[in-house]
């Protein structure tokens, strides 16, 4: 089969080799993977930045897959060859709070990933996929679409009429903007480009501020709340945003802490932690649990990924440079 491995850290090291075809074990399931996609995170663990947290000896990157049953190993009864299947991010945490033994198998990190013909799971970490969603659209949701839903759903508890902040244009912040506008909210998105500027408003987003422009949006994005503030921040930019996160959020709002795109290390003036009463809390993807609970509702909505460009499994080097160059809506899939 062929597959994108990593033996060295940095994207240029990626190669395309021909490897043998993985076997089910007693429990595992065999998918022939049709489609992955890419997330800011892969960049991170292809160059290496989980360190020690993430597998050496030669990885398979991608954390999103989809495809089709290829063969099912000893005892597997919930799956059979021909079935459409998806795998999930962490595939030991089934629901509830996490523990470190839930979250210590992710794809494409700690566990061999996607980017590959063929790959074996745990029965118990593939969902099905729905039949509304082509393969790339369904492996879109495993790493971003999940995390959006977590931080939108599960932890923001967004409900009608609230405002939700968003930043940016990437994966995860457009699922967030579908999501909020499913549950009823008003959306306040950010962006630095005119052009994406339209496309989020034909997404739903109620308004949107091109943070070049004003380089206060966190209290630009207050105002349009009426002073108040808004419930939910989806902070995807890290130590460069929070401080304007901090600005826009409402007295005992949520900023969801996802991403670092900005930057890892900041100093926080805590004086607007303690005056907001605000809660900062992480979101790392989310369960199996939380997985189904995101399907029934796209389905209910008719919610369909947003994908910007695809390209073949032998282009991921340039594909990975396309993400990194932020020059994607939405999410950046590939064929395979």
Partial sequence: MKAALLTTPGIANLTITDMAEPEPGPGEVKVRIRASSLNYRDLITVEGGYGSKQKQDGLIPLSDGAGEVAAVGAGVTAFKPGDRVTPI??????????????????????????????????????????????????????????????????QG?????????????????????????????RVIATTSSDAKAAKLRELGADQVLNYRDITDWGKAAKSLTGGAGVDLVVEVGGAGTLGQSLRAVRIGGTIAMIGVLAGQKSEINMGFVLMTNSRIQGITVGSREMHLAMYRAMEAHEIHPVISDTYPLAEIREAMAHQQAGRHFGKVALEI
């Fill in 89 to 154: 991010f962490f595939s030991d945490w089934m629901g509830g709070e996490p523990t470190a033994q839930d979250m210590a198998r992710a794809l494409g990190g700690s566990a061999q990933g996607c980017a590959a013909e063929f790959q074996c799971f745990p029965e118990h970490g593939l969902v099905r996929t729905p039949t509304f969603l082509s393969d790339a659209e369904a492996a879109s949701t495993v790493c971003a679409g999940l995390t959006a839903w977590q931080a939108v759903v599960e």
């Fill in 157 to 185: 508890r967004i409900r009608p009429g609230d405002w939700v902040l968003t930043q940016g244009t990437g994966g995860v912040s457009i699922f967030a903007l579908q999501f909020a506008k499913a549950m009823g909210a």
